[in-house]
């Protein structure tokens, strides 16, 4: 993406020789005379850097910044000022500005100037979009695990991640749908560009299509400046649209646009934005159903399925339960400074049983709320308050309460039920097993011998019916 910048002087020499030094740097260059235009073209346009003399008539350097940063706190400002002007230029950067460069300035230097205030406002924006990000969804150090299903579609993604081909993840809410675009966003070759999430589902059509989209000024209720969209912002790297079942017929037409030609509008605008973005999409819904119902276009789907995923519910892959188990319990006794060491028998085996219908989102929950009522070190039945399902698993057995296992033998059950998985999943393949597993041959074997698993009968690792219980 070419970057914009938008020079203010009432002095059309200067603007001349600004935009000459600019262009020749690859930026593309806006000028305008006064402050009056530059709130104008601020309307129509999203610039990435503003350099505007301090000294201008009726609205002047430091009066256009405050204009600015009323509305926008990102677009970097470089005053240009006077010798005899300096202590004005140091209150602009007190109110926001980057930066200040002096007449007469030097070419080299402008140029250097203008690359950092470029690069600090994408810095800016970049840190706004992480701090606005929601945490608690956010799985992006989720363990995979070692089930079948997971290898088997892991296997798909170390394929097809490093490709344009747009990607469809399917799968039931709380899959973690989110945590496999971002992970096939990050193998990609485009893993140093942006990654833009939008939930299709929490916004209207009108601030859908805004986010999307971008919009002038006026282009809407409450569009008080110019809004640059994330399809632009985004460039050279990957968008991820969660649910996008949810959106309505007209905004699929204009997605469909920039997927097929590569070019956008902004709402209320008449300028088209060329970009280039891959496409990563999710839904919860059946695709098919939609489709007959007349609710999604078919040639969208086709665009955005170009490589269709799916992603297991959490109970067909309950032997990776102990690994998040133990993942989900550092973090949270981590976030709520708390100490938990063990975990009741009974809840373990609660937690793996569940028929986990909100799968690892409800988990993540019930974790969480289990380390904030925990009153020791330990994890017990009476911490799984309003998870019904849960505590009628729990307590099943005798009505007394079952002994507890430290997170140690959680994380061990866990290890020794990842590598039976591994062995049948490759037929006894040692090589393929430990890549599976994300370690050495050598520490493989170690494991393999420290846990006693190998079956000196038949020369191979044991079946997970040889599995010793930790009820």
Request: aromatic share 8%; charged share 30%.
């Given at each position: 993406m070419t970057e914009k910048i938008l020079i203010v002087d009432d002095e059309p020499e200067i603007l001349q020789t600004l935009s000459r030094i600019l262009r020749r740097k690859g930026y593309e260059a806006y000028t305008a005379q006064c402050g009056?235009?530059?709130?104008?073209?601020?309307?129509?346009?999203?610039?990435?850097?503003?350099?505007?003399?301090?000294?201008?008539?009726?609205?002047?350097?430091?009066?256009?910044l405050k204009i600015i940063r009323s509305t926008d706190s990102t677009t970097p400002f470089i005053i240009i000022t006077g010798v005899g002007t300096i202590e004005t230029a140091v209150e602009a950067i007190k109110l926001g500005a980057f930066h200040y460069i002096t007449k007469p300035f030097n070419n080299h230097e402008l140029e250097i100037l203008a690359q950092r205030a470029i690069e600090y406002g994408k810095l800016n924006r970049k840190i706004i979009n992480i701090n606005s990000s929601d945490e608690g969804e956010n799985l992006t150090r989720m363990i995979v695990g070692a089930s079948r299903s997971m290898h088997e579609l892991m296997k798909h993604v170390e394929k097809i991640s490093d490709s344009m081909a747009s990607v469809l993840i399917m799968g039931e809410t709380g899959t973690g749908k989110s945590f496999l675009a971002e992970k096939i966003h990050g193998k990609s070759s485009r893993?140093?560009?942006?990654?833009?999430?939008?939930?299709?589902a929490a916004l209207t059509e009108t601030l859908?299509?805004?986010?999307?989209?971008?919009?002038?000024?006026?282009?809407?209720t409450g569009a008080i400046h110019a809004k640059r969209g994330l399809l632009e912002e985004a460039q050279g790297g990957t968008i991820f649209l969660d649910e996008i079942c949810e959106i309505s017929p007209s905004t699929q037409v204009k997605l469909l646009r920039a997927i097929q030609d590569g070019l956008i509008k902004p709402v209320g605008g008449n300028q088209t934005i060329k970009i280039d973005v891959r496409f990563i999409s999710a839904s919860s819904r059946d695709f098919q159903k939609e489709i007959s119902g007349g609710e999604f276009r078919e040639e969208l789907y086709y665009r955005l399925s170009v490589v269709p995923l799916t992603l297991p519910p959490l109970r067909e892959r309950r032997e990776d339960i102990p690994l998040l188990i133990d993942y989900f319990l550092n973090k949270f006794c981590k976030q709520y400074k708390k100490k938990i060491s063990r975990i009741n028998a009974d809840v373990l085996e609660s937690l793996i049983n569940a028929p986990w219908k909100g799968n690892i989102r409800e988990l993540a929950n019930i974790l969480e709320r289990s380390v904030l009522l925990s009153e020791n070190e330990i994890i017990t039945p009476d911490c799984l308050m309003n998870s019904e399902a849960l505590q009628r698993i729990s307590l099943m057995k005798t009505g007394e309460r079952g002994s507890a296992v430290s997170l140690k033998q959680v994380v061990e059950e866990a290890e020794k039920r990842a590598i039976v998985q591994a062995f049948k999943t490759t037929r006894n393949n040692r090589s393929e097993a430990a890549r599976i597993l994300g370690i050495s041959r050598r520490a493989l074997y170690d494991k393999i011998a420290a846990y006693d698993l190998y079956d000196l009968d038949q020369g191979s690792v044991v079946t997970d019916k040889k599995l010793h219980s930790l009820n």
């Open positions: 009056e235009e530059a709130c104008k073209a601020m309307e129509e346009t999203v610039f990435d850097l503003v350099i505007s003399d301090l000294a201008m008539e009726n609205i002047n350097g430091l009066e256009l893993r140093d560009k942006p990654f833009m999430t939008i939930d299709c859908l299509e805004s986010e999307l989209f971008g919009h002038v000024k006026g282009a809407f």
